[in-house]
């Protein structure tokens, strides 16, 4: 039979040392917290950064009680309607006239590039017009944008030798980005879509919408134009640059102090664009519906040709047979250079002897 000491071998006095480092440390987070806490309410948030702004050292008084909660943020966005009147002129100084051949997303390839230059002799053009960003928010080059790698809009194809290579033909080459019709960003990125009553990503025929008064749309916009510039195009063409024509049931991402019609939307993130590709020195051209082009007036969808003729280098449509009335309406607008080198003629036939590109039947 077993004795008792056997089985028993006494309280061992005094706490191990993990558990003594454990209730320590628990004992410091504890007190950490509570400092974070109590100093938090001293944090400035500016344009510049965060700084900590203590009363007691800069000899205020600080009205801040024990009990304070935080503060309650009004997150209303104030928006107030922009005006254009005094945008100035964009230089257009030795800006040439445009004879392109176009080629969609699913050609952009070394392959693909290389037919299409055989074939821009047969036409008399000396340039392409690449889609490297359609309405799904495909990209036809392997981006390093954040935004495009973790959404899975980025490719896999590099271009860059193969635009080297056009460029030291003397090829000219513009770049398509398509802006705010984006399905794969809208619907995986929701808090930068617009939306419809029930809060989902608002589409309609022409595609998932973005909201063009987002600042991160515009950022990344911005960025993926600034990839293009640095590959070596010489033009951007921003297409579906424009507002759902049904305003009346679009939702913006923030709430605004006050609601912008379709054309005011537009023009902002036009007027943004433009100021953040500045320093590249990459030509930046829109897409305008010609019924816009021929009355002088803006679109529904939002585009003000005046204004684009501004702000942009060129202004491109897609037309039937009706350049030469377009090149006289853009004759009578104030603007700089000749209308048949800023205004591009878009169409599979009809080709004149200004600016124009060639593409697939729309």
Not at 9 to 21: D, M, S
Not at 72 to 82: E, K
Not at 112 to 123: D, F, K, P, R, V
Not at 222 to 235: H, V
Request: hydrophobic share 45%; charged share 20%; glycine share 8%.
């Amino acid at each position: 039979m077993a004795r008792a000491n056997e089985f028993y071998r006494g309280r061992r006095k005094g706490l191990r040392p993990l558990t003594v480092c454990v209730i320590v440390a628990v004992v410091l987070i504890l007190a950490l917290a509570l400092v974070l806490q109590y100093f938090e309410r001293f944090l400035v948030y500016t344009p510049d950064g965060v700084s900590l702004e203590l009363p007691f050292l800069s000899g205020e008084t600080a009205d801040v009680t024990a009990d304070a909660g935080p503060q309650r943020v009004d997150g209303t966005v104030v928006f107030d309607a922009p005006s254009f009147e005094d945008v100035q002129q964009r230089d257009v100084s030795g800006l040439a006239a445009i004879h392109a051949l176009y080629v969609p997303i699913d050609e952009v390839s070394d392959v693909g590039l290389t037919l299409a230059s055989g074939n821009l002799a047969g036409i008399g053009a000396d340039a392409l017009l690449l889609q490297m960003k359609d309405a799904s928010g495909r990209l036809a080059w392997a981006s390093t944008v954040k935004e495009a790698v973790s959404y899975g809009a980025s490719s896999a194809y590099d271009p860059t030798q193969s635009l080297a290579a056009l460029r030291e033909r003397g090829v000219y080459l513009a770049a398509e980005v398509c802006c705010c019709t984006d399905a794969l960003m809208a619907e995986r990125n929701l808090p930068l879509a617009l939306k419809n009553a029930d809060g989902a990503a608002y589409a309609d025929a022409a595609g998932v919408w973005l909201d063009p008064l987002n600042g991160e749309v515009r950022n990344y916009l911005a960025a993926l134009c600034r990839e293009l510039a640095e590959m070596g195009f010489d033009e951007i063409v921003l297409t579906g640059l424009a507002f759902p024509e049904n305003a009346a049931d679009v939702r913006f991402s923030q709430a605004l102090s006050s609601t912008p019609d379709a054309a005011s939307a537009v023009s902002a993130l036009a007027s943004r664009l433009t100021a953040a590709l500045a320093d590249t020195g990459v030509r930046v051209s829109a897409e305008c519906p010609v019924s816009a082009v021929l009355s002088g007036t803006p679109a529904a969808s939002g585009q003000d040709p005046k204004l684009f003729f501004k702000l942009f280098d060129r202004v491109y449509a897609y037309t039937s047979g009706q350049a030469p009335q377009c090149y006289s309406a853009v004759a009578a607008y104030p603007i700089a250079g000749e209308a048949s080198v800023r205004f591009v003629f878009l169409s599979a036939y009809g080709l004149t002897e200004g600016s124009w590109v060639c593409t697939p039947e729309r």
